[in-house]
């Protein structure tokens, strides 16, 4: 039922990378004041739960190769909901603003003069290593790290790829398991044949699976565990930090 009382606003919420118990106290608190939850495919949907029972819930989609609405669609209902209803939770995965075109939906909602606030998540490209006990950084090992989107808006692999392989950082990359291959052969060319790597499927959610190799053997690990998106890549010597990897040394000074 539309409320003509209720003042519009709008909160671009971090759901974090799929435990919903990863979830801020400050997420949970948007969530139990939402009238409107616009929720995409990413986000787990028992965070359904912290909102009110009355309060509409719309499944949006965004998932890559599977979008259920463009974003100019979800802009538009975002707007149409806070206007009719007032406040409208926008619940995405990970971070807003780390890919999640955050900032789009932030920007259209100023055009219409109303308020946004912003809540961030937990991004998958530090949550999710961690939680496997793999540092993005680490004293001696790598001082810094890169996140990159695995597929550019044309459908390729981003030039800025070519640049993290031949860096010491850690490379972490999103939506890129398609384009592993092609990850894979910008390694070797770089000469990292031998870089400890790191895939994992569903991070932090009840179906996590995890494959550690180095990129020589990334890709058949992949194939043969049938490791399916979503998935983070890592790229880096902080995976030979992983309880796993030391159980594959030898293979690997074989193949060196």
Known sequence: MVNQNKESKITLLGAGP???DLLTLKGVKALQTADVVLYDA????????????????????????????????INKLMIDYALNYGHVVRLKGGDPFVFGRGYEELDYAASYSIPVDVIPGISSSIGVPGLQQIPVTHRGMSESFWVITGTTTAGGVSQDIYQAAESNATVLVLMGLKKLSKIVEIFKAAGRHNLPAAVVQNGSSE??????????????LVQQENIKAPALLIFGEVVSLHPSFKTLVKQYASIA
Do not use: C, F, M
């Not at 028992?46 to 100019?72: C, F, M, N």
């Open 18 to 20: 799929g435990d919903p």
């Open 42 to 73: 990413l986000t787990n949907e028992a965070l359904l739960e912290h909102a009110p029972t009355d309060a509409i819930k719309v499944y949006v989609g965004k998932r890559s190769g599977e979008h259920s609405y463009p974003q100019e669609t």
């Open 207 to 220: 179906d996590e699976k995890l494959v550690v190799g180095i990129v020589e053997t990334i890709e058949s």
